[in-house]
């Protein structure tokens, strides 16, 4: 069964409003076959990625860069993965006070080293929390499951 990961980090109630909201897309009651699993940043490991079919990142923005917990993730399985999970599709959400470029171009740097592949484009929800933000997360998360369940990605 295709292997959905979730490396987010959810500091406040907000993003972890969000975060669930990710969830319960991917485990939509029309998606059969496809196992979802959270694991936050900073105890996700190499063995995590080489385990999954595809991945979603989520980060808030800290001073116009990505959580320090979603760098450590990326510190730790950069190497280890880098060879051997080339192509792995990723999707990415971002809850970002101000614009999210900042984080955006951190993290997709990392990505572009990796060479993981975008499934759609990044999913930054910017300025005051917004109700229509879980909503947004909702359709990531039964995005990137319905296309593993399609075989698409």
């Given at each position: 069964m295709p292997q959905l990961l979730v490396v987010a980090?959810?500091?406040?109630?907000?993003?972890?409003?969000m975060l669930d909201a990710v969830l319960e897309g991917a485990r939509h009651p029309d998606i059969?076959?496809?196992?979802?699993?959270?694991?936050p940043p900073l105890e996700a490991g190499p063995e995590d990625v080489f385990a999954c079919d595809a991945i979603i990142l989520g980060t808030t923005e800290n001073l116009g860069y990505m959580s320090g917990a979603l760098k450590d993730f990326f510190d730790r399985i950069y190497y280890p993965c880098l060879e051997e999970r080339q192509g792995l599709p990723y999707?990415?959400?971002?809850?970002?006070g101000h614009d999210g470029t900042g984080t955006r171009r951190g993290v997709e740097t990392?990505?572009?080293?990796?060479k993981w592949r975008a499934c759609r484009d990044p999913l930054i929800c910017r300025g005051e929390f917004q109700e229509e933000f879980l909503e947004q997360c909702r359709e990531l998360g039964m995005y990137m499951a319905a296309g593993l369940d399609a075989g698409i990605f």
């Open positions: 980090h959810a500091p406040s109630a907000n993003t972890r409003r059969e076959a496809v196992e979802v699993r959270w694991v999707a990415l959400y971002i809850r970002a990392i990505i572009t080293g990796l």
